[in-house]
Structure formats: C-alpha cells, structure tokens
C-alpha cells in the first residue's frame, strides 16, 4: 500500500499515535485538536553492518531502500527494504480494540512491534552486498516538547503537555475555546528486549526474526478531563486501573494481549471476499473513528461521546445516526449510552414552535463540544432532522438488541419527541415545512433549508412507521409519491416555489422557482437504511425507490462519489458565522451519505459495491499529501479526521441482507447477490476469534 496518513488509539482513552510516512512526521494523540498534536519522533530502526537505520518516522536518521504500508483493524504497520542484506524492518502498532468488552478496549496501553528478517533471493535486481546473520533493532520515542527519562529497568517516561480545550458562554464558534495545558507522565515499558539508556534493542537473528519481536508497551493514566456540565468525569478505565504503575503492571502481565486480540479481531473482519478497498476502508475508518471517542464515567453511569473529527462537537447525532450502522452491528451499546445521553439535552418543542408545541420536545445537534458536555453548540437547530434521527435509532437499537430498558426510561420522552414531529407539518399532509433546516450544511439551499424536503419526509416518515403512527406515516408515502416522483427519481423538494428561509443568515426569500427543487439526490434512502436492519419496510412503492437509487447515483457520480443532488450550485455563499462548521462550494459530496445510501441499495439488490474503489480513492488522495484520516468531504468543504466513515462496517449485514429483530423474534439472512461472503457480527465471540460466515 502507498505511504500515507494512518493513526491508531484506544476506545474513548485519549492514547494513540499518528503517522505521516511521506512527511517523516507523528503526533500523540491525547486531549489536543487533531491538527495541533504534540510532535513525536518516532525512530524505529535497525543496525546492520555497522550503520543505522530507521523508518520514516521522523525527521532525522537514514532512512530504507523501499516502504511498504498495511492497515487493519486493531493495526497500523510499516514495512522497510534493506537492499543490501536483504533484510526486511516492519513495526505494528496495535490498539486493544475489542468490541462489546469495554474494561480491555479502553485499557489505555498501546503495543508497538518492531521485528527485522532476511528474505531469500534479491531485491529487484540490487546486488547483495552484506551477508549479515544478525542485526540490531531499537525502538526509541522523543520530540521537541517530549522529555524521556529513565524510571527502572524496563521503563522509560515520556514527559509532554497536552492542551484540553473547552466550551464558555461567550464562544462564538466551536473553535474558539479556552484552553489549558495538562502536564502528561507515559511510561514506555520493555516487554521483550533490553532498555539501552533511552531506547530499547534487541538483537536478532535475522533467518529467525518474526520470533524475536522488540515489543513495547506504550501506558498513560490520566486524571478526569471529561467534563458533564462543569464536573470532570473520571475515565472508564479508571474503575480497573487506580493509576500509571497500575495500567505499566497490567502490561507486564500481559505481554502478548494486544497483539493475541488483534489477530482475533481482525481474523474475524477479514473473513469476507469484498473488494481491497472496502477492507482499507474498514480499518482507516475505524482509526478515524477511535481517535475521536471519549470514554468516563458519572458513578456508575458510562459517558460514551464522539467528536466530529476538526469541528470537535460531542456526539453529533446525525453524524452518529450516519455511522450506526457501525453500533448495530458490532457494538449496540455505545449506541444505547449516547441515546440516553441525548435525552438528557432534549429541548422544550416550545423554544422552536411556541406555546402551540407545550408538551412536547426536540433533540439538539450536539451535546457539547471539546472536553465540555454542556449543551449544544452548533449555532442553529435542525429540529426535524434530529429528533427524527433520534427516535429511529432509540427503536433501532430496542428491536436489535431486544432491550427495552431505554424505552420504557423514556416512553414519555419518545410520545413528546412524535408529538413535536407532527407539530413541523403545519398543514397535515405528510411532509414538515417548519424546522426543517438540516445538517447537510454544504449544499444548496434546496437540499439545506427546502421546506418540503423529501429527505425530510422520509425521515418523519421512518419515525412515525417505527413507533406505530401508521395513519402519518401512510400519510407521508403517499405525497412523497404522488408529489416528489418524477418519472425515474423522487424530486429535491416536493413543491417547486416557496419561500426558503436561510437558517445561517435569518434572510427569507421567496421563489417562483427554487433551483434545484427538482434534482435527483442520494438523500430519499437515509431514513430507510438504518430500519432495514431491523426488518421495517416504508410505505413507498419499492420499485421507484430502487429505480430512484439507480437514478440518483448514475446522475449524481463524480470521481470520488455521489455528491449530494445532480443541481450545481452556481451561486455559493460562504457566511462567516460557517467557518469551522462547513464550507460552501458548487457540487460537495461526503463520503459516508453514500456509504449509507449504498447499504439501503444492498437490502434492495441494487449493486453499488464498485463505488467503495471510490471513495477509498479520495481516502488516499488526501492522506499521501496532508495528515486527514478520513476525509469525509470532497469537491469543496473541510471534514476531515471524521468518525462517520465506521457507516462502512454496515455493509457487511447489508450484503448478506441480515435482518436481526429480537423483539418481534426475527433472524434471517438473504444475500441479494451472488458468490457473497461475510462475517456475521453481530454475535461473535471476539475473544476467541469465531464468527458465524454468511454466504451465498
């Protein structure tokens, strides 16, 4: 694989590195913003004939002949060529990333591997020169703002500062925190080798390498920086480990662990025949995602939070809704602790409709932002869009896991939550007209801020349908469908003028004819996805929803995707209050709507599986030049080093068309194309490595 932008770090710990191999460049991952990291210099090498060695890790040290990349779950790993010897370098970095067992995923240590071996024959045509039997390797970490110093005969600490950012009352956007610097003490803990002063070696045989690993143990331990409005929550792993010796202790015991999971883990995911790039995007998306998550605890209730990559805003929940797939899939219940977590922000539907909204309650873009659960901070509400989003994924999880705990925590929550919905159609005919700016927030003002949205109608739709308003929800499917369909794609909107309210600028213009009203787009099956997990059809005709898939992605495909509708916004405009929240540009896309729309298409045997050749495209444009991880934009906007891209770790449920209902007692699979091969998630034994395989 090419040389690009990886990271790797543990479930909610704040504890990774990332690795920029054509800039020689890493940073530590802990409380920093993503593209503020402490510098690392990472030199993982090798002696060989008297010379040194390293990886492009950092910025001084020769450097190998040729570099090779590999991704997976649980690892990032670099690979080095000695032409001369015929010697090959590989160091893994290893996450303990296991899903449904929280007190291992979030043990805040990550594994670092580094083994040398000769290889038979030559490289290319390049003459061995050097016959050497053995070599030295060494692993050694620093920085310009890093200090290591001894601290026993295995151990090394690595003294630096990261900065905690937060929210205030006078912030103007979720850029403009306060600040702190946290003084951090890690410990670097020889598991096999020897400490040399401020590195640690190894010296191998090189016939033998693969069984002579240098392995380290990189631990922290951090004090609370998580705050629930105003009080600093201690991290999850700090109910299993009190401190730093702790956690250093925990990895001397458990020298093998990380490395022993990960071939479990990954072993599983691996058991399909999709495309390389689908793999690719299976581990890079889950990095970007780990690098994002917060994990404390309030007593003994888990706090589980997400950033949205550079915006930094807690557990965004259309970004959230867009990436469940992810939850349903493999790990339910981070899912269940953000929807419990959400209810605790739920708004009074008055503060958006008035008096006539008594009673009933609205759910908020986000919970915070940085270190701060305090409320949202995106600057308008998207009111329809997130409640709706809200009470798809609370029945979702219900019928998935058959746990009804949260429902009936917040039975009157959801009647309000369907009461306020129904409130957004002023004039009772399926479809919301007020409340209905939404997050698509790079697109046209049809997309954005229409007031018949049919992506809107849809999501209002899939609400009413899950939590048995069956009359609204009918109700809706017909005016979706006789209103919005155009003969091969539902429209944009369903009325072609209006007065379209910009919810950035409190401008109202009133249209003959709103631009783009009419263009297919790849929105009409966001609302459907995530219930075809669960078994729930909508009432529209799936014929014209299949024909408006195939429609919408021939008409709306550009090099990297799908961008949001076929209408190419001549006239963007880019208001100051959005910058740091969205950039404006004539035809965006993002990555993971199509991701998405591509599981929808698989329940319905409309084959889009090439399209991830795409996407993984975009995902290595960007990071062999500039550090981004996933980068979910393209053809204009910014969202980078985002989570939402796990929406990919739906596919595989998707492609078997795996339909697990606990409630109503269903469990089937149907796999709409020939020659599929995938691992079923939902109930593997992660810990043993055995997985049922579905395949057709």
């Not at 959400?342 to 958006?352: H, I």
């Not at 899939?462 to 429209?491: M, P, V």
């Amino acid at each position: 694989m090419q040389l690009m932008c990886d990271a790797i770090a543990v479930l909610g710990s704040r504890h990774g590195v990332l690795w920029d191999p054509p800039r020689r460049r890493c940073g530590i991952v802990r409380f920093d913003r993503h593209t503020r990291l402490t510098e690392l210099h990472l030199r993982a090498g090798l002696v060989i004939d008297g010379k040194e060695y390293v990886l492009p890790l950092c910025p001084e040290g020769q450097v190998l002949d040729f570099h090779d990349q590999r991704m997976t779950p649980c690892t990032m790993s670099l690979i080095g060529i000695h032409a001369a010897s015929t010697t090959k370098l590989k160091l893994t970095i290893v996450t303990p990333f296991r899903p449904r067992d929280g007190e291992f995923s979030t043990t805040p240590v990550i594994a670092l591997r580094l083994t040398a071996q000769s290889f038979a024959g030559i490289f290319r045509w390049e003459k061995k020169t050097i016959d050497a039997k053995e070599a030295e390797i060494f692993l050694e970490l620093s920085g310009p703002a890093v200090a290591a110093e001894e601290s026993g005969p295995d151990c090394i600490d690595l003294l630096f500062n990261s900065v905690r950012s937060s929210t205030w009352d006078g912030m103007k956007d979720a850029w403009d925190a306060k600040t702190e610097d946290l003084p951090q003490r890690d410990r670097l803990v020889g598991l096999t080798g020897q400490r040399r002063g401020l590195r640690f070696t190894r010296k191998v045989t090189l016939a033998d390498g693969e069984d002579q690993p240098l392995d380290v143990a990189w631990c922290t331990h951090s004090p609370p920086v998580l705050d629930l409005r105003g009080k600093r929550l201690p991290f999850r792993y700090a109910r299993d480990l009190a401190d730093l010796d702790a956690v250093a202790g925990w990895a001397r015991a458990n020298p093998t662990a990380l490395f022993d999971n990960a071939s479990r883990v990954d072993g599983i995911v691996s058991r399909n025949n999709c495309s390389a790039s689908v793999n690719h995007l299976m581990a890079q998306t889950l990095h970007s995602w780990l690098i994002n998550t917060w994990w404390a605890t309030d007593g003994g209730r888990d706090i589980f939070a997400v950033w949205e990559g550079t915006c930094y805003m807690l557990s965004t929940l259309d970004v959230e809704y867009t990436q469940s797939p992810f939850y349903l899939a493999a790990w339910p219940d981070l899912l269940a602790y953000q929807l419990d977590l959400w209810a605790d922000f739920a708004k009074d539907g008055r503060q958006s409709l008035g008096e006539r909204a008594a009673g009933t309650a609205c759910f908020p873009h986000d919970v915070g932002a940085h270190a701060s659960i305090s409320g949202q901070v995106y600057s308008h509400d998207m009111e329809v869009e997130e409640t709706a989003n809200w009470l798809i994924l609370m029945y979702a999880y219900w019928r998935r896991t058959g746990d009804g705990a949260l429902i009936e925590k917040h039975r009157k929550l959801i009647a309000r939550a369907m009461a306020f919905l129904r409130l957004c159609d002023t004039t009772q005919t399926g479809a919301p007209d007020v409340g209905v700016a939404n997050t698509i927030d790079d697109a046209s003002p049809a997309i954005q801020f229409g007031k018949r949205q049919v992506y809107l109608a849809v999501k209002a739709m899939a609400a009413a349908a899950a939590w048995d308003d069956t009359k609204t929800a009918q109700q809706a499917g017909r005016l979706i469908e006789e209103r919005g369909w155009l003969g091969d794609h539902f429209a944009t909107l369903l009325e072609k003028s209006g007065a379209l309210k910009n919810p950035w600028s409190g401008e109202e213009v009133q249209c003959d004819q709103i631009p783009g009203w009419d263009a297919p787009h790849i929105y009409t099956v966001n609302g459907m996805a995530v219930l075809d997990m669960v078994g729930v059809e909508l009432p529209v005709d799936r014929d014209k929803v299949i024909a408006d898939l195939k429609t919408a992605t021939q008409r709306c495909l550009r090099q990297y995707g799908c961008v949001h509708s076929d209408f190419r916004n001549e006239n963007p405009r880019q208001l100051e209050q959005m910058l740091g929240l969205a950039g404006v540009a004539q035809s965006p896309g993002w990555i993971s709507m199509n991701m998405l729309r591509d599981i929808a298409a698989f329940y319905r045997g409309v084959d889009l599986r090439h399209l991830a050749d795409r996407y993984w495209d975009w995902q290595t444009t960007t990071n062999t030049q500039e550090p981004k991880l996933f980068f979910e934009t393209f053809n204009g906007n910014n969202l980078s080093f985002y989570p939402r891209g796990v929406a990919v770790w739906g596919y595989f449920d998707a492609l078997a068309g795996l339909v697990i209902d606990r409630v109503g007692g269903i469990d089937r699979a149907k796999p709409a194309f020939a020659q599929v091969r995938v691992p079923r998630l939902f109930d593997a034994d992660w810990k043993s490595g055995k997985c049922e395989v579905i395949q057709s």
